[in-house]
């Protein structure tokens, strides 16, 4: 990815020399006060979610955040409304605190709310994933965002928003996140600070319901104190901003590129079902019949990295292939593609 470290250098020198000893101990359990500041700040003016810094958390990553959440609401034995398909860990960390997932169809709109309300309309929670559910992109439409929360206002369920890659949007009005919509405040919104820098610093928030703050369960944070304090400096300097302004323009090339490439190459193997409307993927159907695994290790031995669809469904799976563009410079993805050619034609074959 295109994440310059010579600003992080220059913020991490002089907080050593500031605050030593907080740089490098425990912290807050919920985490840095500036940084959740900074967080509340950016929610406000980006995605016009209210809230303070009171009731940020901040986690090491999405397994964390939502270990989190069931132990705030959750209780063994409770149903959840999961994506289908969706990341396996959704499933693994559900069953690991005794809930039963129940996976709810994701179409071009998104989840199918009214399939989770015939399926399982007393669900305790639902997770879903707004912006770019993954590993389809698909982006959930406004009346199925109203839909949900007028669902879990209606039973007194909870939802988890997962917005871990809504910061790369590539259209100019954003539909509104599902935490603005909700009256009630039951939304659990949960964002990362390392997917627009670098994976590796494993920095995500959770926006916690208000009314759940006075009986808040909370563990420490396990994200180095450091990390935090240069984070939250990072961004109240600018050079979040500028970072995302430059990597949106950069992503929205890449992601053209590798649509291109596919519709002129790979079209005989692939099917492209739509564009997506955010996010740093492009899943795509193989045709003929070809097994997704075996094509995913072939890939890997022809030096290309692809991701097989099918182990993201729960039930009946598609076969299909997950590529990633973000780390892939604009002068490779056409060769990359033709390398994925090759590979399916020889699979086909």
Known sequence: RQFSGSPW???????????????????????????????????ATARGIACGAEQIVVMA????????????????GDA??????????????????GLVPVPIRVDAEGLDVAEGLRRQPRARLAI????????????????RRRALVEWCESTGAWILENEIDGDYRYVPNPLTPIHALSRQDRVFYCGSLSKPLAPGLR????????????????????????TQLVLARFNSEGH??????????????????????????????????????GGLRVTAA???????????????????????????????ATSGLIM??????????RDAVATLTGVLRRELD
């Not at 050593?16 to 959740?36: D, M, T």
């Not at 969706?86 to 690991?96: E, F, K, S």
């Open 286 to 316: 193989l045709r003929h019949g070809l097994d997704d695994l075996r094509v995913s290790q072939a890939c890997l031995a022809a030096g290309i990295k692809v991701d097989p669809l099918s182990v993201c469904y729960a039930g009946r």
């Open 9 to 43: 250098g220059r913020i991490a020198h002089p907080i050593f020399r500031e605050r030593p000893l907080n740089a490098i101990g425990y912290g807050e359990p919920q985490g840095e006060v500036v940084l959740r500041r900074t967080i509340a700040d950016y929610l």
């Open 80 to 97: 959840a409304w999961v994506e289908e398909p969706a990341g396996p860990y959704v499933r693994h960390v559900l069953r690991a605190a």
């Open 240 to 277: 979040m901003a500028l970072h995302m302004r430059r990597m949106r323009r950069l992503y929205a090339r890449r992601r053209a590129v590798l649509l291109e490439a596919l519709r002129e190459c790979a079209a005989e193997y692939l099917d492209v079902p739509h564009v997506p409307e």
């Open 128 to 143: 879903v994933s707004p912006t770019h559910q993954y590993p389809t992109g698909a982006t959930l439409s406004l009346a």
């Open 61 to 76: 990553g999405s397994e964390q955040s939502l270990e989190f959440m069931i132990a705030q609401i959750g209780s063994p």
């Open 203 to 226: 920095t995500n928030y959770l926006v916690v319901p208000a009314q759940l703050m006075p009986q808040l369960r909370l563990r420490t944070t396990l994200v180095p104190m450091l």
């Open 324 to 333: 990633g563009f973000a780390s892939t410079p604009e002068e490779r993805i």
